[in-house]
C-alpha cells in the first residue's frame, strides 16, 4: 500500500465569478482513499476577509460517472473521500479509476483572476493492520452502553472494529448503526451453562432459539450456524466461573485465548490452544475485553485482536482473522509481532527445511522479551531492552512455530502471534 501524489493548477479569470463549474482530474486504478487539497492567494484573511474584497474559491466533488459527491464551500482547505469514510458533507464510495472533477465555484475573484493550485493524495489499496475488540457487551444484554456509543467508545482509542456479542440475542446486528472509518462486525455470545462461544459474521446464527440441551443438539446449533456462514470461538475457556465444559474440542473455529486483563484464566487459555496444536489442530487465536461498563478492571481494547485485512469490510475483517493473519496485543499500543518462514507468515502453512531460518520481528515492545514456541517447547530469543527486534533462527522440527512477548519477573504476557504451520 503506497500513496500517489498529483498535482493540478487552475486559473479562474475575473469573467467566471459568481458562476459554477467542473475542473476534471485523472483518477489510478487500485485507490482507497482519495484526498484533494487546494490553496490560492488571498489578499486578506480571516475576519477581514469577509469584510474586504478577496478571492474565494469554493470546492466540490464528482466521480467518474459525474455523480455529485459532495460540497464544503470554502470552509475547508482538505476534503477525502473513500470507501468506509470521507469527510464531513461527502458521501463514501468506492475510489474507481476515470476522469473526476472538481466543482469549482468561483465565488469571489479580484479583478487580475486568481491561480488555485489543487494537490491529490491517492492511497492505494493493499492490506492494513487493523486492531478491534472482538469481545464487548452492550445495554441489549447486560452492558450499559448502546452501540453507536460503544462504537464512538471503541472509535476515541484507536479501534479499526468491534464485535458486541450480546448474550444469546441478535437484535442489534439487525440494524448495526454506521459511523464512518469504523467496522462492526455481526456476533452473538452463545451463553450456555456448559461454556460460552462467540458466533461471528452472520446477523441470526439461530435459527430458531438458542436452545441446546445436550451435546448433539449443540452440535446440530454449532452445524446450523456454520452452515449459514458463522465462524465460531470459543470463549475463555478456562475461567473459573464459566469455562467451556462440552466434551468436544473440534465445535468451534477459534479459541480467545486472552479475555481481559492479563491472568491465570488466560495463561491457562494459552496453554490449552499450545496442546491443541502439539496435537495437530490449526485454530487460530484471538482476543477480546469482555467489556460491559465503565468503572470495572475490564477496560475497552484490553485486549486487542490485530488482523492485516484486505479491506475495512466486516467480511475481509473476519476472514483475516479466520486465516490466522492475526495476533493478539495487550492494546492499541501493545508490542506488534510479525513472523515469516520461506515466505509464509502467521497463519499460514511452510514446508520445513533444516535450511530455512524462522523471521521474527516485534515494534512496541516496551521491554518485553521474545519466547518462540514450537512442539519441543519455549526458548527465548530475545531477552528485551529495546522497543524492536529483528532476527532469524533455526528451527527445531515442528508442526508449528508462535511467539508471545512477555515483561518482568512474572514473565506477563504482553502479545501474542498466531502460529505458522508446517507440512
Known amino acids: 500500500m503506497g500513496i500517489i501524489k498529483t498535482k493540478l493548477t487552475h486559473f479562474v479569470p475575473k469573467e467566471k465569478e459568481g458562476t459554477y463549474y467542473t475542473v476534471p482530474f485523472d483518477v489510478p486504478c487500485g485507490i482507497r482513499k482519495l484526498t484533494v487539497s487546494y490553496s490560492y492567494f488571498r489578499k486578506t484573511k480571516g475576519i477581514l476577509g469577509d469584510l474586504h474584497p478577496t478571492n474565494t474559491i469554493d470546492i466540490g466533488l464528482v466521480d467518474e460517472k459525474g455523480r ?37 465555484g468561483a465565488y469571489h475573484v479580484m479583478p487580475e483572476g486568481v491561480e488555485v493550485t ?22 441489549a444484554s447486560d452492558g450499559e452502553f448502546d452501540m453507536f456509543t460503544l462504537g ?41 451453562y456448559n461454556g460460552h462461544m462467540n458466533f461471528f ?12 440441551n445436550n451435546l448433539d443438539e449443540m452440535r446440530k446449533l454449532i452445524q446450523n450456524a456454520r452452515g ?40 491457562d487459555g494459552i496453554e490449552w490452544w499450545t496442546q491443541l496444536l502439539k496435537e495437530g489442530r490449526r485454530i487460530p487465536a484471538v482476543g477480546g475485553s469482555d467489556f460491559h461498563r465503565n468503572k470495572s478492571f475490564v477496560s475497552l481494547g484490553n485486549p486487542v485482536t490485530a488482523v492485516w485485512s484486505e479491506s475495512r ?10 486465516e490466522g493473519r492475526c495476533f493478539v496485543t495487550k492494546s492499541i499500543d501493545g508490542p506488534r509481532l510479525r513472523l515469516g518462514y520461506g515466505g509464509a507468515r502467521m497463519g499460514e502453512t511452510a514446508k520445513y527445511s533444516n535450511e530455512t531460518e524462522i523471521e521474527i520481528s516485534a515494534e512496541k515492545l516496551g521491554g518485553a522479551k521474545i519466547i518462540l514456541v514450537t512442539r519441543d517447547g519455549e526458548q527465548t530469543v530475545f ?8 532476527g532469524k533462527f533455526k528451527l527445531p522440527k515442528t508442526n508449528f512455530a508462535y511467539i508471545k512477548a512477555v515483561k518482568g519477573r512474572r514473565q506477563t504476557v504482553k502479545a501474542v502471534s498466531n502460529p505458522i504451520y508446517f507440512e
Not at 201 to 212: L, R, T
Not at 313 to 322: P, S
Open 68 to 104: 455529485f459527491l459532495g460540497w464544503s464551500g470554502s470552509a475547508h482547505k482538505s476534503i477525502y473521500v473513500g470507501e468506509f469514510d470521507s469527510s464531513n458533507g461527502y458521501l463514501s464510495e468506492p475510489i474507481n479509476e476515470g476522469k473526476w472533477g472538481i466543482i469549482v
Open 118 to 139: 489543487y494537490e491529490f493524495e491517492f492511497e492505494e489499496k493493499g492490506e492494513e493492520l487493523l486492531f478491534g475488540d472482538l469481545h464487548v457487551h452492550s445495554d
Open 152 to 192: 464512538k467508545k471503541a472509535k476515541e482509542i484507536g479501534l479499526d472494529f468491534l464485535a458486541a456479542a450480546n448474550h444469546n440475542n441478535y437484535s442489534e446486528n439487525l440494524n448495526l448503526p454506521h459511523l464512518g472509518g469504523f467496522t462492526f462486525i455481526p456476533a452473538v455470545e452463545w451463553t450456555h
Open 201 to 212: 459474521g452472520v446477523k441470526a446464527p439461530f435459527e430458531n432459539s438458542f436452545i441446546a
Open 228 to 267: 449459514l456462514g458463522a465462524v465460531i470461538s470459543v470463549n475463555h475457556p478456562k475461567c473459573r466461573f464459566c469455562p467451556y465444559k462440552w466434551q468436544d474440542d473440534g465445535s468451534f473455529d477459534m479459541m480467545e485465548i486472552w479475555n481481559g486483563p492479563m491472568r491465570k484464566t488466560n495463561t
Open 313 to 322: 469490510k466486516a467480511e475481509d475483517i473476519l476472514n483475516g482473522i479466520r
Open 383 to 390: 531477552k528485551g531492552g529495546k522497543d524492536e527486534f529483528s
